[in-house]
């Protein structure tokens, strides 16, 4: 009798724990939050960051679009559109744009495709003949960041504000969304995490460790992270570092320099405008964008930044297109300092790098700017959607949920993997990716541009060797305004 009382007293010993494990379980479930996109299968562990974006939630209704095709037109389509065959052959990032893809695809029953591909400028023509026309060609423009105003001055674009589901607060939309590039409650060219190249192409100072401590240049880090990382102090730092390297006598493309910039275009010479926190366009008082590039200080950083690059032994700048790229002359160890996009690292230049290199944020113009800052020049994309589009409740819900695992996915493969894992060398450049990142500036007056307005003015003037702003700008100036009006106008044509 005593045995069978001992095994009973065994038996609702062991259910009572069963019991409690199944209720700790369920509780931890309810602790746990989980994302309506890509699902998050257990506790969030801090600093896992593909856990803590899981774990946000993009509170999408649940849709299927019976196959639907959600059809896009750009110039890279590479940003956007893998081939099932293209994955896995170690190419990190287009495997989690993939990954990307086929959760949204599998989720909402849809399918991603190409309606349209060319380079930038014939892109722009057939979204705008096409919407001019009519016909029903395509859900979304996801293109040419620098020249897409002159397409919004054909007024065949959506207010994002429109379209269901979208939501700027969520932290896979800029914050310039519903900040510089919203005018009346209105915007019309967005970026997310969906644009790759907006991150990716974010601009940093790049420089040699091995070269740089040959110099005695000190921490670098410790003078970025103290805030004394200005212009002046770079200026001093690299002016005067020549070599004659190839014995020519002269400044030529084989000699060793303190910095290579390069021109490319006008856009990578356009980006210190930004990092001197002098956007170009600004709401005034009653909200309206706004020409506001004429600062108490653009005369100094015109004629200074000039000064720098073409009277400086320590430079190498050129103006022509064919020069060779300041990578380049990087990549050769003919340079300390280059600039670059943050993802940069993850190119085979950097990757098989024999020196130790290291990333800075741009310089501050002077002790009294607050921040670091920078921008994504040339061809980083941005988002429009066509006013042909018929069913804006399968674009909202698709770009939201593309937006949100580009966000969970794609960028956390890039910086947690692809450069703070992988390419990045030392923990102080991880932090200062965070920092520049940070940092991103995307100004009304070059997003809304179209090449007609301030954007591209720091390569425009050097590229004629013009120094002289007041100049300048007195000769733009009309053209630019009367380029704002009527995007303004565009603007409050969308009601």
């Not at 293209?86 to 990032?93: A, C, Q, S």
């Not at 700027?168 to 919203?182: G, I, R, Y």
């Not at 005018?183 to 190249?197: E, H, M, P, R, V």
Request: aromatic share 14%; hydrophobic share 35%; charged share 25%.
């Amino acid at each position: 009798m005593k045995r069978i009382i001992s095994m009973l007293l065994v038996l609702a010993m062991v259910l009572s724990a069963a019991l409690m494990a199944v209720s700790c379980s369920k509780e931890e479930e309810k602790k746990t939050p989980t994302s309506t996109g890509t699902k998050n299968t257990g506790p969030v562990v801090e600093g896992d960051i593909f856990a803590e974006r899981a774990a946000i939630s993009d509170e999408l209704p649940e849709h299927d679009f019976g196959g639907k095709k959600f059809r896009i037109a750009g110039h890279r389509t590479d940003e956007y559109f893998i081939e099932e065959e293209d994955r896995n052959k170690g190419n990190l990032i287009a495997d989690a744009k993939y990954a990307r893809n086929k959760a949204v695809e599998d989720r909402f029953n849809c399918e991603l495709e190409v309606a349209y591909q060319a380079i930038y400028y014939d892109v722009q023509s057939w979204v705008a003949k096409t919407v001019m026309s009519g016909a029903d060609e395509f859900d979304l423009f996801c293109s040419h960041g620098a020249s897409a105003g002159g397409t919004v001055l054909k007024n065949v674009f959506l207010n994002w504000y429109d379209i269901p589901h979208i939501d700027f607060s969520k932290p896979w939309w800029s914050s310039s969304c519903a900040n510089e590039l919203t005018y009346d409650g209105k915007c019309i060219l967005a970026i997310s995490d969906f644009n790759y190249t907006a991150v990716s192409g974010a601009e940093a100072m790049f420089f040699n460790k091995n070269l740089a401590a040959s110099y005695d240049m000190g921490n670098l880090y410790d003078v970025v992270l103290s805030g004394d990382w200005t212009f002046d102090y770079f200026v001093e730092l690299t002016k005067d570092i020549y070599i004659d390297q190839d014995g020519s006598g002269d400044k030529s493309d084989g000699d060793f320099f303190g910095f290579a910039q390069s021109h490319a275009y006008q856009c990578a010479i356009s980006t210190w405008l930004w990092a001197f926190d002098n956007p170009t366009v600004t709401k005034n008082e009653e909200g309206v964008p706004t020409i506001s590039v004429k600062t108490d200080k653009i005369n100094n950083i015109v004629s200074d930044l000039y000064d720098y690059l073409f009277n400086s032994n320590g430079v190498h700048y050129r103006t022509d297109n064919d020069d060779p790229q300041g990578m380049t002359l990087f990549l050769n160890k003919q340079a300390i300092f280059t600039m670059g996009g943050v993802g940069s690292p993850t190119g085979e230049g950097l990757r098989n790098f024999e020196d130790e290199y290291g990333m800075l944020p741009l310089p501050k113009w002077d002790e009294n700017q607050t921040k670091y800052y920078t921008m994504t020049p040339g061809e980083h994309t941005v988002l429009a959607v066509p006013k042909t589009v018929k069913d804006t409740e399968f674009v909202g819900t698709v770009m939201e949920a593309l937006s949100a695992e580009s966000y969970k996915q794609v960028i956390p493969t890039l910086y947690e993997i692809a450069l703070k894992t992988r390419y990045l060398r030392d923990d102080e450049s991880k932090e200062v990716l965070d920092i520049v990142i940070d940092g991103r500036m995307y100004d009304f007056g070059y997003i809304y541009g179209g090449f007609e307005g301030f954007g591209f003015m720091l390569g425009a003037m050097f590229e004629s060797g013009n120094n002289n702003f007041e100049s300048y700008y007195a000769k733009k100036y009309g053209n630019a305004r009367i380029h704002y009006k009527k995007i303004v106008k565009v603007f409050d044509k969308l009601g």
